[in-house]
């Protein structure tokens, strides 16, 4: 990993989009501050799209793609995206993810969870999602610690599903997919021309953003991640100072200052 300041301008100068996870990248404290949200319209109004990619759910991607200034939502660790298209939204599944199928699965494994770890505890958020489970462990108090979050997700991935830990959430699915896959799929289809090696950053601050980290060149991680390091094999290329949707907003400052001049 390298200091942000490390980023070129030949790099920076090429950068058509940037991707970006939500809790504890685009927001401080739970909460998105102007900083980060200016940041966001800023690169759209310098022609540089943004993409949420978040474990969040569907209802909130909905929202999200139709308020903010974003070019879609890849939700739920890759499950879809939803974008707007000429004032409509669209809405593409990944072909692996099965809400039918996954429904009784879910149910079943959010019992184990709740058995295996006493005080683990069902996401707020989870009444509207389509297709993954999530287990809250430092979203709303009383916290738990990393080693709790771990536990979960060994408990999890014993049942046959996929599961990931974000700063706030351990999530898991049954699926063949991840963020990764579904922000590659939906490139190939809706911007097949686009360079992912050179005209794509992502941006994220905890272990479930590996997948990201691992196949972009260019990838940043805010300064929060840095509790997470030890627990990560792939790395971010780039590192922030700030925390949060300040270090989000400190990565777009330097992108656009090479833009610019």
Known sequence: MEH????????????????????DTLTNDGKVL??????????????????????RPAGWCDMI???????????????????????????M????????????????????VLD?????????????????????????????G????????????????????????????FGEYDKLSMTRLFFSRRYPTCNLQEEVLFVGDSPNDEPMFEFFPLSCGVGNIRQFLSQMNAMPAFLTKNKGGLGFTELVERVLRFRTT
């Open 146 to 173: 990393l080693e709790e979050a771990e536990k979960i997700r060994e408990v999890c991935e014993k049942a046959g599903a996929q599961a990931k830990t974000s700063s706030i959430h351990v999530n898991a699915w």
């Open 65 to 91: 793609a139709r308020f903010w200034p974003v070019e879609g939502v890849v939700g739920e660790n890759g499950a879809f995206v939803f974008y707007m298209d000429h004032g409509r939204m669209q809405r």
């Open 4 to 23: 942000l300041d490390s980023l070129s301008a030949e790099k920076a100068a090429k950068l058509s989009f940037i991707l970006t996870d939500i809790d």
């Open 116 to 144: 295996t770890i006493p005080d683990s505890r069902v996401a707020e958020d989870q009444f509207c999602r389509m297709f993954d489970l999530a287990i809250d462990y430092r979203e709303q108090p009383p916290f738990l």
């Open 34 to 55: 102007p900083e980060a949200y200016s940041a966001m319209w800023d690169l759209c109004n310098a022609g540089v799209g943004v993409l949420p990619v978040t474990g």
């Open 93 to 112: 599944y990944h072909p692996d993810a099965d809400k039918e199928q996954a429904s009784d699965r879910l149910r079943d494994l959010l019992k184990r």
